[in-house]
């Protein structure tokens, strides 16, 4: 039949309208495959029937409209949408000319295709409120054979605040299946459309052998739309602790803290707490605030409750600005020290630096010349001889950096600069106090690239490299405090200095030779391999051992990487000398697929005294995350100490979900022992009820029926 489109004016009361002067709703449309008038004047639309008023639309089989009245009697099925979120789909309805308020029968009111409520009838009220009575709420899938569904709050009456999104329930019973597990006799959740809302979230068990079994129960706060707090009691048969984690957004940046107070049996009579925090903020002028808090009471309180397994814990602020060509930082440190055998008063515990850098592009010399400063200063708070030292240092240079391109290909870089060292050494009677020294250097770095395409389709390059470098000046007689570990690889073959700070400087004449080889092919598997090895005239005893740069000549350097298509990376470096003596190895490995990502890594340090390393060193660390089923993952993680022959972690985790429910177990044991840690093992339950919360991610995994 010819479909027809009426614009029914008659719905609206007018006389209402004629009283109230604000802006008249738009009028209500409908569409039906026909609409006729009977002989009591009463309208009626048959057929495919769609009625459109705001951001309300129904379809049904069948409308009336009474004049007299202004009601609709509605003959289903019936399918009506309130605005984005809301779909009721009813057997029958009878309703006012607004779409807004009346009664339907035999409904289900689904909520952000999440959350359904059935029931016998729904009593719409105005336009805020959805009134239900003898309702089932879940948000599982439910199927038709007559099997309840695998959770379910069933009440006597569940009223639908639309303008706050807040469910409210009287006479509650939570059943899993069909069983009653507890009974409430009133009830408020938030819909799925609401992202924050203060309330209980998840609770989860927790049980571990120092603290026992337990119960975490996180009560969210929304203070404001910028800001919420996060409390969670943590009660056991061991504990009384309160977590919290409070966060605040700015316009320019953000802010998160995190910590807990604790009394336990583990130090009896004593209030034992941790504070974690961190903040990022945009200034003026292009400068970026970062800053960082870490404090706890005790040193085995952060594992004794694993909220971290950091053994030096550090406060910082920092403030920063990078542009096109200047750099400026300030960073102030001050770190606190969780280790056994460390003392907090005899480390450098406050820590000040201020660098800045300067490019310039001279257009009648060509290259560019670049001016560095940097400002330190580390103190220890304790005030004995030695090892209570305390050092400043400013270092500056002043470099002129070039390249070229000869003829044939060769690439040539040069660079030719001078550094400026002051240090002022304090309480420390071996060595002077004020010491300075200027350096010349040069170094000229040579690269000869070349490219090939191999009869299987791969392109291949070849790059043979070369530097020679030289610092004037001796080493200042200063201790090394900041330069006590150095690593040696393919970034920093080719370095005027391998020291990672300036407190140190490679002196004299430094040569570096190597060879970067890689293969492109077409399958889309990359290999890259470096070689290179470090020679100079005059030994360095700042270098350790296992550092590989000891003596005249350095190790051999060797390090390669394999990536394909199909996930698989493996990067692999060692160093090793002219009797295979290797010094250190180390083996990266991951492979990611659509149900799998397993990564893992194996080091090999040689004992070194220098580096307070006093046994041979071998570790395996592997860890993975698995899609093990449809509904199922599982991620496990395991560190083994192969000098030691046996673990040190182990953790495993399993999930469950569903559209409906995230039952989420874990499992972990800490074996590593200390004069105060004792292994422990612990134990994590929590479940989760999906549909009361915002939606995660975009996939569904919903269970399907028969």
């Not at 049904?60 to 099925?77: N, S």
């Not at 409210?168 to 924050?196: C, H, S, W």
């Not at 990359?526 to 290179?532: F, N, P, Y």
Request: proline share 4%.
């Amino acid at each position: 039949m010819i479909r027809i489109l009426a614009l029914l004016f008659l719905m609206w009361p007018i006389a209402a309208y004629a009283q109230d002067t604000t802006v008249p709703p738009s009028p209500a449309v409908l569409v039906a495959d026909e609409i006729f008038i009977a002989e009591d004047r009463e309208l009626i639309a048959r057929g495919n029937v769609e009625a459109f008023q705001g951001q309300v639309r129904m379809q049904a089989q069948e409308i009336r409209y009474d004049r007299v009245t202004g009601a609709l009697t509605i003959t289903g099925p019936i399918r009506l949408q309130d605005g984005d979120s809301i779909i009721i789909v009813a057997d029958a309805a009878e309703l006012d000319q607004n779409l807004r308020t009346g009664l339907l029968t035999g409904a289900r009111i689904v909520i952000d295709q999440q959350l359904q409520l059935s029931t016998a009838q729904v009593e719409r009220v105005n336009e805020r409120y959805n009134q239900t009575y003898k309702t089932a709420v879940t948000s599982c899938k439910t199927c038709e054979d007559g099997k309840p569904p695998l959770w379910q709050i069933r009440a006597r009456r569940v009223i639908h605040d639309k303008q706050e999104r807040q469910l409210y329930f009287e006479d509650a019973q939570f059943r899993i299946g069909n069983v009653p597990v507890f009974y409430l006799p009133r009830l408020r959740l938030p819909d799925p459309t609401v992202k924050r809302a203060t309330g209980f979230l998840i609770p989860s068990y927790v049980s571990t052998s120092e603290l026992g079994f337990g119960i975490k129960v996180p009560y969210f706060i929304a203070l404001r739309e910028d800001r919420d707090l996060t409390l969670t009691p943590y009660v056991s048969s061991r504990t009384r602790t309160m977590e919290f984690r409070y966060r605040q957004a700015f316009a320019t940046g953000d802010i998160q803290f995190d910590g807990a107070i604790s009394r336990d049996d583990l130090r009896s009579g004593s209030t034992r707490a941790y504070l974690f925090g961190d903040g990022d903020f945009d200034l003026r002028n292009d400068f970026k605030l970062k800053f960082g808090i870490e404090l706890a009471s005790d040193d085995d309180y952060l594992e004794d409750y694993s909220y971290s397994s950091k053994d030096r814990l550090d406060s910082q602020i920092l403030v920063s600005r990078a542009r096109k060509d200047e750099y400026s930082a300030a960073s102030l440190i001050n770190y606190n020290s969780l280790r056994d055998n460390e003392t907090g008063s005899t480390i450098p515990s406050i820590i000040g630096d201020l660098f800045y850098q300067k490019r310039l592009f001279p257009g009648l010399i060509g290259g560019e010349f670049r001016l560095t400063a940097n400002l330190h200063n580390h103190i220890r708070t304790s005030d004995k001889d030695i090892i209570g030292r305390d050092v400043q240092r400013f270092n500056t240079k002043a470099e002129w950096l070039q390249g070229w391109t000869l003829p044939g290909g060769l690439r040539a870089e040069g660079r030719v600069g001078v550094a400026g060292d002051i240090f002022n050494i304090t309480q420390d009677s071996s060595t002077n106090q004020n010491q300075s020294q200027f350096s010349p250097y040069t170094t000229v770095a040579l690269r000869y690239p070349m490219s090939r395409i191999d009869d299987s389709g791969a392109t291949q390059f070849l790059e043979p490299i070369a530097q020679f470098a030289y610092t004037g000046s001796d080493q200042l007689d200063i201790p090394n405090e900041e330069s006590t570990l150095v690593d040696f690889d393919g970034g920093n073959l080719l370095s005027l200095s391998r020291f990672p700070s300036p407190d140190r400087r490679e002196r004299g004449t430094v040569g570096a030779v190597g060879v970067n080889w890689s293969r492109f092919a077409p399958t889309g598997m990359e290999t890259s391999l470096t070689l290179g090895q470090v020679i100079r005239n005059e030994a360095d005893e700042n270098f350790t051992v296992s550092s590989g740069l000891s003596g005249i000549r350095s190790d051999y350097l060797v390090a390669g990487q394999i990536k394909t298509l199909n996930g698989w990376d493996l990067t692999g470096r060692t160093l090793f000398n002219d009797k295979f003596d290797f010094s250190r190895a180390e083996i990266l490995g991951s492979y990611s697929h659509k149900r799998a990502k397993i990564s893992g890594s194996y080091l090999w340090l040689t004992e070194d005294p220098g580096e307070e390393r006093f046994i041979d060193t071998s570790e395996l660390f592997l860890d993975g995350d698995f899609v093990v089923a449809k509904n199922w993952t599982a991620s496990a993680d395991w560190r083994y100490d192969l000098t030691a022959n046996r673990a040190s972690n182990t953790g495993l985790t399993l999930v469950y979900f569903n559209e409906c429910v995230e039952v989420e177990f874990s499992a972990r044991r800490r074996y590593t022992r200390s004069s105060n840690l004792e292994p422990t093992t612990s134990f994590g339950l929590s479940i989760g009820l999906r549909g009361f919360s915002a939606r995660r991610g975009t996939e569904t995994y919903s269970r399907t029926c028969g």
